[in-house]
């Protein structure tokens, strides 16, 4: 596995007291903001998984307590664990800023990893008597934030799954709180944005706010919209409000598109390069992963750039292409995105890029 180059490893450590804020202010934004061109981008490899892993997907990430917690979507493994699954709904590793690819975890003794989100009572109780992968809930984290007091905030999607191809029951976003060091989570009770409304699970800092990114279920175009709360009230489903197109109201029914074709993953980052916001994604069925930009959070966003073509020969196979903004170097004039690569049945990796921005 390549990891990052030795330069990285100095510029890292000397920007640690300010990685993945966003609240900092773009000291060195240009005073007309640049154009969104990419310059280069460098394949770095894979995002290292325990040996019993065959696949897991997601890939968010986040710097919580000096380190990269990194939370991936569904995981599957063998031999099966101590308490005989062979998979997991959810999973997290940790990694140090100096190699972000050398992702670890604690395993059980057969070398099964634990998952991020534990179930309730209610929920394994399900998932055991149906006794099928493709009749269970699931929780798949969506992203990763500093909550301010030393720990992190985790939004994830609790979803049934049904038989048939993509046929998922979306019941809401919750959030889960992961103390430093820890790759095990405390959900919150209950779902912080139950549905129906939209998703919220794409979160990111911005001074002493949080702001939320979700999809507006039903929508024809895979529209997003967004909220923000006072970080310290993140837990608290009242503190949110929601873009409405002109102002900031609490009532989610008004909330408004503010994005199209996000087909799931979505970063949002201050990049002082660009001296803009930098939204990242993926392109519906296909392997290009693409930017944004806007002056503002809510937008208006910029159509479109291509950032890099996922490594899978078959078109729209590669999905879940993300920023990493607690590792962008220059300013942002260098970011890391990740992407899910399929290599087989039931077989992938999470391949990360260094793409430069002109």
């Known amino acids: 596995m390549k990891l990052f180059r030795a330069s990285l490893v100095f510029a890292l ?26 310059m280069s981008v460098q394949d770095l490899g894979i995002v290292a998984h325990p040996p019993s892993v065959l696949v897991r997907d997601g890939g968010a990430s986040g710097s919580v307590g000096g380190r990269v917690l990194w939370t991936f979507g569904d995981t599957l493994f063998t031999p099966s664990a101590v308490d005989g699954a062979t998979s997991r709904s959810n999973t997290a590793a940790l990694a140090e800023f100096a190699q972000p690819l050398a992702a670890s975890e604690p395993v059980d003794a057969r070398g099964a990893p634990s998952p991020l989100l534990p179930f309730t009572a209610e929920e394994q109780a399900y998932n055991a008597a149906s006794g099928r992968p493709d009749e269970r809930y699931a929780l798949w984290p ?34 889960a709180r992961v103390a430093t060091g820890s790759t095990v989570a405390t959900r ?20 002493a706010f949080v702001y939320a ?8 175009d895979q529209s997003v919209a967004v909220a923000r709360a006072p970080l310290n009230q993140a837990r608290e489903r009242g503190a949110y409000r929601f873009w409405d197109g002109s102002g900031w109201g609490s009532d989610p029914a008004l909330a408004r598109a503010v994005m199209h074709s996000i087909p799931g993953a979505l970063t949002v980052s201050k990049n002082a390069w660009l001296g803009q916001y930098l939204a990242v994604h993926s392109l519906p069925f296909s392997n290009k992963i693409v930017m944004r930009v806007a002056a503002h959070p809510e937008g208006p966003w910029s159509d479109p750039v291509e950032a890099l073509t996922g490594a899978s020969p078959f078109s729209g196979s590669d999905y879940a292409g993300r920023e990493h903004p607690e590792l962008a170097q220059a300013d942002g004039q260098k970011i890391y995105v990740t992407y899910f690569n399929p290599t087989g049945a039931f077989r992938g990796e999470l391949r990360m890029a260094e793409v430069t921005l002109k």
Not at 142 to 152: E, L
Not at 155 to 170: A, C, D, Q, S, T
Not at 213 to 220: F, P
Request: hydrophobic share 40%.
């Open 142 to 175: 969506g992203s990763v934030v500093a909550d301010g007091a030393g720990g992190g905030l985790v939004y994830y999607l609790k979803l049934k799954v049904h038989p048939g191809f993509l046929n998922y029951e979306f019941l809401g976003t919750g959030v």
């Open 213 to 220: 990114y979700g999809a507006l279920l039903g929508s024809t």
């Open 13 to 38: 450590l000397a920007v640690a007291g300010c990685r993945n804020s966003g609240a900092d202010a773009l000291s060195n934004t240009p005073s007309v903001p640049r154009p969104l061109a990419v």
């Open 188 to 207: 919150e009770p209950g779902l912080l944005f139950p549905t129906p409304g939209p998703s919220f699970d794409n979160a990111f800092t911005l001074d």
